[in-house]
Structures are given as C-alpha cells and as structure tokens.
C-alpha cells in the first residue's frame, strides 16, 4: 500500500433518515448476534463468515481500532436489522481488480431477515447511505460492492441501483462480482488493471 493510501482516513460514520438508524457495532454487545446472523444459511453462503462469537468479538474491536473499515448495526425502529461494513477499497484486494482511487469506498451488506429485503428496506435505503456517506466525504469517487458471484439478490440489487459491472473475478478464497457505484459518470473505473 502506498503512503498516500495508508494516509487516508477511516470510513466516515453516515446517517439514514428515521425510522431507520445506523450505529457502529459494539463488539461486547453485538459479537453474539452477528455470529447468529452469520450462521442462518443464506448469510453462510454469501459471507462465508460463520465463525465464533469470540471471533466476531476480535474482528469487530480490530476494526474499530484500525483505519481500514467500520463495522456498522443497520435498525428499523430499533430493532436490529442488517450488519454493514465501510471500507477503504483501495486497501482491500479488490484494488487489484480495477483502477481504484485512494478514497475509494467499499460497503458489504448482511441482512438476517431475507423478508425484510423483500419489502424493499435495502432498496430504498441505499441512496440515502450512499448520500450520506458522499456528503461525509467529498474525496469519495465511487462506492465498490465485491458480492460473491453466486449471490443472485446482491447481485441484483447492484444492477439496479445504477452500479457499473467491472466482471467476476477470482480471489484468493472465493469468486466475486465487482461493481462500482459511480459518483459521477466519470467516476466508473477501468477495471482493466
């Protein structure tokens, strides 16, 4: 990573407009319920992340401690809903998959309750929290989505929400399907590098 990467700053700490609300996780408070989560079948899939609460404890506090993500509790009228992670893509492996920009940021998305999808809550909050998260910093040219290739719903959701695909690629531990969310139509990548 280059000193001018390694410089930027963490995530930014967005707002969604009520009844819903974002909180950074609490790994004392919340480690318990994100493993849960985590283990319902359709989060095994497209996380692969089902791993111990004291686990989910670690990765949660050396988030809050680093500068490279933020781990966040989607609610809906209080109530705990989604478990979302802000990072820095250009300091995620995926930067070596498109022509990424140091501020560039990344958002993954994991909802418990595959109703509460269905009723269009992720749908209708994403311009919301990407505003947000634009407002909060300007620098920002895109916001990189990286689901696994297999995930029909995420998937979707991208292309619907405006996202520019950038291909499938192969990790180191799995197959994923990049998208860019452009800030402006200038702002799509080349993902040819």
Known sequence: ISDEIRAVPPPPIPALPDPYGLRLADPDADAEMIAEWMSRP???EAWESAWPVARWHRYLRAQLEGTFSRPFIATLYGTDRAYIELYRAAKDSIATRYE????????????ADLDYIKRGHVS?????????????????????????????LARTFCERGGCAFLG??????????????????????DNSA
């Open 168 to 189: 499938e690629h192969d990790m180191s531990n799995r197959r994923m399907a990049l998208y860019a969310l452009p800030h402006s139509p200038a702002d799509v990548p």
């Open 100 to 111: 990424h920009d140091p501020h560039d940021l990344g958002l993954h998305v994991a909802v």
């Open 124 to 152: 209708y909050l994403l311009p919301y929290l990407v505003g947000s998260i634009l407002g909060l910093d300007p620098r920002c040219r895109r916001i990189m989505f990286d689901p696994d290739h297999r995930n029909i």
């Open 42 to 44: 359709h989060l095994v």
